[in-house]
């Protein structure tokens, strides 16, 4: 076991370092003005095995925007609140298109295919604000993400949040989309703001992993010593991860990585090794789907020289 | 162990019991006239676990048409003859609609999404067949079925071949757009040919979980001790069928019954407990995404009973 | 000559009666609340022949909300203001969708099809507004209809105006989708205010039919003596009149009426007899396709009976 | 009207002298490998007006293959021979998409939107068909073109019909998926054997302006003194030209030139100016939505020069 985790440990920090000096490194996400000024150079991983050894490399512990990675954790929390009621006002379906589409909410009346494209991701905000103001919702969250990585400096990047918040305008048309057909119920303004500054929480790839531990462990969150969730309730997040976790690169990442995951356009990814570890990589050069370039790269790396995979 | 594969025997004998008192059964299928007149009563279920000891239950020694199934197999078989070239004709994404969509197709110049819907299964079948004739091609397919299966009694039933030729319109549609793109390349009705009888081998529970087992132990076929593909080929053949194994209920299946499965209109459903088991149903009712309804019910509660899941 | 307004009048008349007394008269709009209330049962006809006299029928005095009508106006007010750059934010083709889809957006970079879906109409709305206060920029809208009617009494339908304001969201989506790709350019909300406001305003048969008699007489009004616009721009608003003025019904109206014809959601119609008249009709109740179901069939007969059509 | 003829033959001449000479002349059709190789210079136009006086400048009297013109014929001889049951195979409003586009059969379950996109005409051909040998259909067809051009001498290119038969995949596509829908009864292979042969009708501009006649006059076709169809059926012809002639072109075609027209990837229009005359063009280099491009210029300059236009 030990061994293991030092196998793990250079495994990370050579990962760390080739990649660092990688040339190819996608193209940084330019339609969120704040997140076009990140340094494409950066890149960290980080990995928490099952006893809580802490697996380093590169820039892990500078804190970057996780944007989608965000939908995890309000997924769960969602859960945690409606139960399945949840899935009468979004699908369990990859999309088969970009994160942004509206063209499959017109085809089916309204309802995202799944929680983790951005529309399917508003939905869910929405049902986590319904009867509370924005601020309490967003505290809620915060503080449930705190909880789970079991860190109290955990931030939000109030400038991204303005910053989306003047421009988002594909993801207000979105929710004045859903609105229409009574999938979003509280005023868009509202829902948006919660779902902007939910996007725009900062955390470091370190704090990433521990928040992601739950996942890997039957809904149990060893850090805290809580149970999160059932663990049913987290085998299925994790498999909507692996179906629906990249947008319309979910399919090459499952070929690839073998490993359920989500990433984000800051050009973050969480990913779960169940019953073994978690995992975070950041990168923020991204590729035509959306999805962190070197990030992928580094998450096949790593499953592969650990032979970890839940295909076999 | 012992005790592992008793609680397997049970759990599959009393699920097959069950399943057969179901009123609900959804509905055959109907747009194949030659699969129209099967017993929707029917159910028959096997699982086969590493040391190749057999649980069945129901009806698992009737054969019945696999239909889509086949695709597994003659994924496999290209992949061998083509290696990573075949990826150039068909993509890795979940499709996001119907198995006989047209749809996507024109908005991607030809390109199939993945292997595992009608397009792209076409493009595969068109890939083994170059160069030869349909004959040899299909020889090929059926002989490579019977050797995973170790069982050269398995046939194709003529009857649901000619059939599918009278009636396959729609895969003539398919056929005929993606030769308009140059995907497909041979001509149309031998490619056709070939893969309406594909689809029309016939195959009972206990031959089919006999046949996958290759996909649940790295490759390697532990009942003719033959390498069929490499541990990696194993892996992402099980993350495709995860993530693309049951059309536009792919997601849904994942949720679940959180293995990797491939489902036929013929009601049979394969599914891989990797590092485990081989596991098979047939029911011919189909739920409106196409898959065997009580077959997937049987799946998940032969998964949760189990403890088998790849999630966690 | 008087013969044939006698022929006219007495027409009228009596298509008049007879669709006052039809059962089958379509469903009123109800998705703009305000509009649901307005009374199936009413019936307006008017035509104003080449020298202004008027026949009317039924209840051609009565105000109604011209919705979509509007956009008639709003597109001849853009085209004096900004010439042909307005086609760089508009095109000019049918859409094969319905009037409030966002499909074809996505698919075409946020670029309306025409000017007469909403998507289209409320990027002209976008480009009389700018630079203006959305005040003046309706001002100016309802000064240009009073002056095509000859009419001061012309009002805005607050009611229905604040109506749409409160549930318009599929609007709003559209609008922002729009300003996500830069063919909207103004603040949302103003742009939808003055949107929402010349769709609500509210007039007459008599009053639509003298609005639209520049139209029928190469651009020049014959009530005024005005020029309003160049016979060309005449002769290409009556084309998009006709290859797009009744959304996804517009194939169907250049069949059965055989005039150009833009149909508004409260149930009326404007029709141009090139050279000889302007028709307006209002019956509330409309088809699948949101064009007032007896509208249509009352211009059809109308149009036989004086052997008016622009197709021989 | 002497003297107006003057100006239609001057017109035509010097319209045609320009046109000979312009650079920018769009691209051949390459899909079909015979029209490859025609000369992208070649120009012709001819106009016949309501005494039957003959304005042809250019290669006028140059045969070229018609393709989609055809369409107009089919359509006039299968409303002859089915009357409106034609428009449960078929429907009558634009497209909004490209002329070979198979998304909206699906969406609209197989019936395909107007006769003159491929889909569409596919299913009028399959209607004259339906009960006769492809020889017998095609005589048919053959004959009725040469009677409405009152000429013998007109014939079907056997060189280009071989050739779409060799490479008409995606109509192939188009014929099968509308088979699978029972929209499509016969065989395919007859029903695409006489499409083929049908396109593949070699004429003039003099021949099909000639043809067109009919059209122009109330449905009577005054070189042969015969009514061809009642005047309501000539009427609607027209609106649907003017409608969907042009595929996704269309709005741009009643914008810009006023009239009904048909167009085919051959390079030939043939535009209809109701009670005055009938007009044929050809130059074979085409736009981006497949239709003629000097073709359509030379159409705008002819209307615009005798004040043409059926908007006023």
Same mark, same amino acid.
């Given at each position: 076991?030990?061994?293991?985790?030092?196998?793990?440990?250079?495994?990370?920090?050579?990962?760390?370092?080739?990649?660092?000096?990688?040339?190819?490194?996608?193209?940084?996400?330019?339609? #969120?003005?704040?997140?076009?000024?990140?340094?494409?150079?950066?890149?960290?991983?980080?990995?928490?095995?099952?006893?809580?050894?802490?697996?380093?490399?590169?820039?892990?512990?500078?804190?970057?925007?996780?944007? +989608?990675?965000?939908?995890?954790?309000?997924?769960?929390?969602?859960?945690?609140?409606?139960?399945?009621?949840?899935?009468?006002?979004?699908?369990?379906?990859?999309?088969?298109?970009?994160?942004?589409?509206?063209?499959?909410?017109?085809?089916?009346?309204?309802?995202?295919?799944?929680?983790?494209?951005?529309?399917?991701?508003?939905?869910?905000?929405?049902?986590?604000?319904?009867?509370?103001?924005?601020?309490? =919702?967003?505290?809620?969250?915060?503080?449930?993400?705190?909880?789970?990585?079991?860190?109290?400096? #955990?931030?939000?990047?109030?400038?991204?949040? =303005?910053?989306?918040?003047?421009?988002?305008?594909?993801?207000?048309?979105?929710?004045?989309?859903?609105?229409?057909?009574?999938?979003?119920?509280?005023?868009?303004?509202?829902?948006?703001?919660?779902?902007?500054?939910?996007?725009?929480?900062?955390?470091?790839?370190?704090?990433? *992993?521990? =928040?992601?531990?739950?996942?890997?462990?039957?809904?149990?969150?060893?850090?805290?010593?809580?149970?999160?969730?059932?663990?049913?309730?987290?085998?299925?997040?994790? *498999?909507?991860?692996?179906?629906? $976790?990249?947008?319309?690169?979910?399919?090459?990442?499952?070929?690839?990585?073998?490993?359920?995951?989500? +990433?984000?356009?800051?050009? $973050?990814?969480?990913?779960?090794?169940?019953?073994?570890?978690?995992?975070?990589?950041?990168?923020?050069?991204?590729?035509?789907?959306?999805?962190?370039?070197?990030?992928?790269?580094?998450?096949?790396?790593?499953?592969?020289?650990?032979?970890?995979?839940?295909?076999?």
């Amino acid at each position: 076991m030990s061994a293991e985790f030092d196998r793990l440990s250079a495994a990370v920090r050579e990962i760390a370092e080739e990649m660092k000096a990688r040339p190819d490194r996608g193209s940084v996400a330019d339609y #969120i003005p704040e997140l076009a000024h990140v340094d494409p150079g950066r890149f960290g991983l980080c990995a928490v095995d099952a006893e809580g050894r802490v697996a380093a490399g590169g820039d892990a512990d500078a804190p970057f925007s996780i944007q +989608s990675i965000s939908k995890v954790f309000t997924l769960t929390l969602a859960l945690g609140m409606a139960g399945d009621r949840l899935w009468r006002r979004v699908g369990r379906e990859p999309s088969g298109s970009a994160f942004n589409s509206i063209v499959q909410l017109e085809h089916e009346r309204g309802v995202p295919r799944n929680p983790f494209i951005n529309a399917g991701a508003i939905a869910v905000t929405d049902l986590i604000l319904s009867g509370h103001q924005p601020r309490e =919702a967003l505290g809620e969250i915060l503080r449930f993400v705190r909880f789970l990585a079991d860190d109290e400096t #955990i931030r939000i990047d109030e400038a991204v949040a =303005a910053s989306e918040q003047r421009t988002g305008f594909r993801n207000a048309a979105l929710a004045n989309y859903m609105r229409s057909f009574g999938v979003v119920t509280n005023p868009i303004e509202f829902t948006l703001g919660v779902y902007f500054h939910h996007c725009a929480i900062a955390m470091s790839c370190r704090q990433l *992993a521990m =928040a992601g531990r739950f996942l890997a462990h039957g809904g149990r969150h060893p850090a805290t010593g809580h149970a999160v969730v059932s663990p049913q309730r987290a085998r299925r997040i994790n *498999a909507l991860m692996l179906t629906c $976790g990249h947008y319309d690169g979910s399919g090459e990442f499952a070929f690839r990585v073998g490993l359920p995951g989500k +990433s984000g356009v800051g050009g $973050g990814v969480l990913a779960i090794v169940p019953g073994r570890a978690s995992l975070a990589v950041w990168s923020p050069g991204l590729d035509p789907s959306g999805n962190s370039h070197l990030g992928r790269e580094a998450l096949e790396m790593l499953s592969r020289r650990m032979g970890w995979s839940i295909f076999g």
